[in-house]
């Protein structure tokens, strides 16, 4: 489904925030990237779909080279593939209902987007989506006027809008409480297996990984150090990842 | 043993220099005052004359009100015709100049123009344009056109420099085209500034346009100065009256536009004394 070949990434030439990455994502289940910050999860991430540029390496995504990609065909790629973000990146002065329709811009000609003409199928798909992430009502709200837990709410239907292969989320619990943090990995976990994708994420919170995750990768200093079910992740290897020991009294 | 750190003589850090500059200046005022040779008689003859062309000026006399009408009628047009042309024009070459969106080499030939139609006063601009096309109106709206884009151009791309890049990766990520991206991604994020930027501009355009004329470039500044010369002061003075009324219809009206795309004011609202609940949406706003 995604397999990452020797992917490496440097901002600065010699100082590379990631080290030959080596990660096949199986067509279903959730991953969960751990390690501290300023590890690369999420240069990682953005290596996927290309919002960073990555230096070398293979991202094979449908058995097609990612990386290899540009202009039209990076983007009709882009489609497949939705993104959460930790603050949600939602475009505040625009209504809910025109952050979620952004899911689809990809489908539809700038000419279409300009007279928010979107086909009527993206309009029913949009209500429907805004009812299962319990957001009826609020179509016509602005951005800006939603909560944490809300904003991150419309962030991932915009995502599913885009119809996508593959679901991408990058810290998206870190802006939020711990019982909305709760709701939102439910969410991503319902919305990865009704349909039925692989659903990527990066956070800090091990605990909320363990309870989530089939599959747990855990990253130090730009390297996979443990890759395994949530079972296998132990104290020692916790210790490996994020360094010290303190913590975990 | 700790020792308390002895207190510095002084814990505010004074300068000497900004009372030096403030007693050049002064010396400055005096010097400049001495070589205009501004003595008290010539004050006197000043005032005196102040008096008989004040006296002069009234009462207005409206008689050529169909003259009157025209210069205003045509500086309206330039005004109007100058400020759309100059922010369809400014859009495009604002957003190409953005650094922050666009490649060097598309941005400095943008920063050049922004800059060049920048440097001169709308009334230099227009003397050249009276040298290029001729007298009139095509010659006032080329030049006020020039001024727009300077103007809009530069704040325009300086309010795309400061939106949130965070909001365009989301939109960029979906794999929209670029154009796409900045209706939805850019646009909004900008849009109620450029109408501030828009309303200014125009509001600006409709006092430059009553001045163009004077050097022969169309509008009531024609008029004006021609009222000057012949000394028709009484009409000199229902001129200014009338170019004043032109002003302030046009800051109202500007002050409407803004209410409504910035405030979300309905037109009822604007009737409304004080606008409070309106002014109160805008509080949120922002």
């Known amino acids: ?249 | 043993m700790n020792t308390v750190a002895a207190l510095p003589a002084d814990p505010f850090q004074r300068s000497v220099w900004p009372r030096v500059a403030a007693v050049a200046l002064l010396v400055y005022v005096i010097y400049a005052a001495a070589q205009m040779e501004i003595s008290w008689e010539r004050v006197q003859t000043g005032l005196y004359n102040a008096q008989r062309f004040f006296g002069r000026l009234f009462p207005p006399n409206f008689s050529r009100w169909e003259l009157l009408a025209k210069g205003l009628v045509e500086s309206l047009e330039i005004a109007v015709l100058a400020s759309t042309l100059g922010i369809l024009l400014a859009l495009p070459i604002g957003l190409a100049a953005a650094r922050n969106l666009m490649p060097p080499w598309v941005t400095w030939p943008a920063r050049l123009i922004i800059v060049m139609a920048r440097s001169f006063h709308p009334v230099i601009v227009a003397i050249l344009f009276v040298k290029a096309v001729g007298f009139g109106a095509l010659a006032g709206i080329l030049a006020l056109t020039v001024a727009s884009v300077g103007f809009i151009g530069k704040l325009f791309t300086e309010a795309i420099e400061e939106i949130s890049l965070k909001q365009v990766e989301a939109v960029r990520a979906t794999g929209a085209p670029f154009a796409s991206v900045l209706w939805f991604g850019v646009l909004p994020q900008v849009f109620s500034r450029f109408i501030g930027f828009a309303t200014y501009q125009l509001d600006s355009n409709l006092r430059n346009s009553t001045m163009v004329g004077i050097v022969g470039a169309g509008g009531i500044g024609g008029t004006l100065f021609a009222a000057f010369q012949r000394f028709d002061y009484d009409f000199v003075c229902a001129i200014l009256i009338s170019i004043i009324s032109l002003i302030m219809i046009g800051e109202v009206l500007a002050t409407a536009v803004r209410r409504i795309f910035i405030e979300h004011a309905t037109v009822a609202d604007l009737f409304r004394a004080g606008g409070a609940a309106s002014r109160e949406r805008h509080l949120e706003d922002d």
């Open chain 1, 1 to 249: 489904m995604l397999s990452l070949r020797g992917l490496s990434k440097s901002y600065v030439r010699g100082k590379p925030v990631l080290t030959d990455i080596n990660l096949e994502i199986a067509a279903r289940g959730i991953t969960a990237i751990i390690g501290p910050s300023g590890t690369g999860k999420s240069t990682l991430i953005r290596c996927i779909n290309r919002l960073v540029e990555p230096t070398a390496g293979e991202i094979l995504f449908d058995g097609e080279d990612l990386t290899k990609l540009s202009g039209t065909a990076l983007r009709h790629a882009r489609r497949h593939i939705g993104m959460v973000f930790q603050e949600y990146n939602l475009v505040e002065r625009l209504t809910v209902m025109e952050n979620l329709l952004s899911g689809r811009l990809g489908y539809v000609s700038s000419w279409q987007a300009w007279r928010r003409k979107f086909p009527r199928e993206d309009l029913r798909k949009a209500y429907e989506l805004l009812d299962v992430v319990g957001l009826s009502g609020f179509a016509n709200r602005r951005a800006d006027a939603l909560s944490g837990g809300q904003r991150q709410r419309v962030g991932i239907a915009r995502a599913v809008m885009q119809e996508p292969r593959l679901l991408l989320a990058d810290e998206p619990t870190s802006s939020l409480d711990p019982k909305t943090s709760v709701e939102i990995m439910q969410l991503l976990a319902d919305v990865g297996r009704a349909r039925e994708i692989p659903v990527l994420i990066n956070m800090h919170d091990v605990e909320l990984a363990k309870r989530f995750a089939d599959r747990i990768v855990g990253m130090s200093e730009g390297r996979v150090i443990f890759d395994g079910p949530p079972p296998q992740l132990d104290d020692d290897m916790l210790k490996r990842i994020y360094g010290g020991e303190n913590w975990l009294q």
